[in-house]
């Protein structure tokens, strides 16, 4: 009892049923399971009716109470010693402990494939989940007696093979301790079987058999957990007896066990100090973890019930910028610009997650997100730009045309809008236009890589190659290791009849990018000229 108190491995456990139906469905999962016990003992039917109304009101509480019959029938093997013939006699007393379970079952396997359907989770294939958790198992097997280091997120790498050595290593290890169990079920060493079962069962409703929100979870430890309290305390028991008559030998015993609970307090205590707020649970996490994203956003909600939004808003900022699809983020960013009424912040961090889809070629995504920035901020020129270059990117050019000048009307100073702007047009073979566009750019920065370059190529297929020549020069003054840039120059010479020139600005291009096919090319009709 002493060494289940003091385990840190329960602080989690604890911390998160004290306002949890969770409490009490673990509760009466022990209360049932106490109460057959009683029954087997005395035979009296009404622990027995006991024991069924707490396994009710388990199941109706706590879906992990599912292995509750498993639990009955293991100590029936193990600690009553019932051979397999008796276990058969027994269904009768079993049937409704297993009928309360397979319905529960049913009913937590629908609600969470409805979870997955819904893309609340992403659905991970099943063996895929299979071969995951037989690492996460043997996790649950160190953290159980290491009970370090602690944590509300373990990382495990999922695995997609048993090839995978680590997945191996586990398999074997799990096939150790199942054989084992066997073993010592076998050579009539059934409580260290029942030991063995007890933490085997107590981790099969979160196996991910029907997939769940993790693979690492200390507060599914609880249970399970019990198995090495008794384990160390029915070793103890027989060393002390063995030790009786020698003293020193009782000493060494007594000093040992002090040891462990003593490591096991400490550890307990530190972890306490972890779980005393939110801020130094969330802190210590992201401390462990930089890249876990539910630490930034828990963190960032305290920050807000606090009042803190400076805070808040950088680790929100922080997280969108890690992960710009991560939802809650701009939730909680939101609430923010409402309770401050400052909504800058979720603007700015919407425009990144656009720019982000865009990039990914997530383009409906992106049509939708920025329709939010407008719909929140509809002076907010980048997000009219933005729906430009998509219309650009998939060819609808009077539409992006229409985008960019509608940014370009809420902001006349945006220089890659104007660029934008004169690709567009350029598409549309519209080359005044084109040419008005890249001069505004030009204007408004001389040292525009993009201005130059895009006017440079305007104007080759303007054929006004030394107004084009011009150009190119430019922009390789501003970014002399742009390959694209010294193939059009060689372009631009080549039309012009400057072989030479050509050459080498060919050269210089494949001097930067070797294997740029066109280049090549190029390089090659330049020669044969």
């Known amino acids: 009892e002493v060494m289940f108190a ?37 035979q009296k039917k009404s622990f027995f009716i006991f024991s069924l109304v707490a396994a009710v009101f388990a199941y109706l509480t706590y879906e992990l109470t599912i292995i509750l019959p498993l639990l009955i029938i293991l100590y029936d093997l193990c600690i009553t010693a019932k051979n397999k013939k008796e276990i058969i006699r027994q269904g009768k007393w079993y049937a409704p402990y297993t009928l309360g379970a397979v319905a529960l079952f049913v009913l937590r396997a629908n609600i969470l494939h409805k979870v997955n359907t819904d893309t609340l989770l992403v659905p991970i294939p099943f063996w895929t989940r299979m071969f995951t958790m037989t690492k996460a198992i043997m996790t649950y097997i160190y953290l159980t007696i290491v009970n370090s280091p602690l944590s509300v997120y373990h990382d495990i790498a999922v695995s997609k093979s048993p090839a995978d050595g680590v997945v191996l290593a586990s398999v074997i290890g799990i096939a150790i301790l199942i054989g084992l169990g066997i073993y010592l079920f076998q050579k009539n060493k059934k409580l260290y079987a029942f030991i063995i079962g007890w933490f085997l069962i107590c981790l099969l409703p979160v ?31 027989k060393l002390l007896r063995l030790s009786a008559t020698k003293q020193l030998l009782k000493g060494a015993v007594v000093l040992l066990l002090a040891m462990l609970v003593s490591f096991y307090g400490m550890l307990t205590w530190h972890h306490n100090t972890v779980w005393a707020s939110d801020e130094t649970l969330w ?15 828990n963190l960032a909600l305290y920050y807000i019930e606090q009042h803190d939004y400076d ?85 609808d050019y009077m539409q992006a045309v229409e985008y960019f000048q509608k940014a370009i009307l809420l902001d006349a100073k945006q220089v890659t809008t104007y660029n934008l702007l004169g690709i567009a047009y350029i598409r549309l073979q519209d080359a005044v236009n084109a040419e008005k566009s890249f001069t505004q750019a030009l204007k408004l920065d001389p040292q525009s890589f993009d201005g130059h370059f895009n006017f440079a190529s ?6 006004k190659y030394d107004q084009a020549i011009k150009q190119f020069e430019t922009a390789i003054t501003i970014k002399n290791d742009d390959p694209e840039a010294y193939t059009g120059l060689g372009v631009a010479y080549m039309r012009s009849g400057a072989k030479e020139k050509a050459i080498a600005a060919f050269e210089q291009a494949l001097h930067i990018k070797p294997d740029y096919a066109a280049t090549k090319e190029l390089l090659r009709q330049a020669k044969s000229l």
């Open 311 to 395: 805070k808040a808003t950088e680790l929100l900022v922080a997280l969108t910028k890690k992960y710009p699809t991560y939802s809650l983020a701009y939730t909680n960013l939101a609430r923010i610009g409402s309770e401050t009424n400052n909504l800058a912040p979720y603007v700015e961090a919407y425009d990144r997650r656009v720019q982000y889809e865009i990039n990914q070629q997530q383009y409906q995504n992106a049509i939708t997100d920025a329709q939010e920035i407008i719909r929140t901020d509809p002076a907010y020129a980048p997000a009219y730009a933005k729906l430009g270059t998509i219309a650009l990117q998939t060819r």
């Open 207 to 237: 196996s991910n058999i029907v997939q769940i929100a993790t693979f690492v979870d200390e507060q599914y430890l609880y249970l399970a957990s019990f198995a090495w309290a008794l384990l160390v305390g029915i070793v103890a028991a």
């Open 6 to 42: 003091v385990l840190p491995i329960d602080v989690a456990s604890i911390m998160l049923r004290i306002t949890s139906f969770n409490t009490a469905g673990t509760v009466m999962l022990l209360a049932s399971f106490y109460w057959y016990m009683r029954f087997q003992e005395s």
């Open 283 to 297: 802190t210590t996490t992201l401390a462990q973890h930089p890249d876990y994203a539910r630490a930034y956003n």
């Open 458 to 463: 305007l104007l080759l297929n303007e054929k």
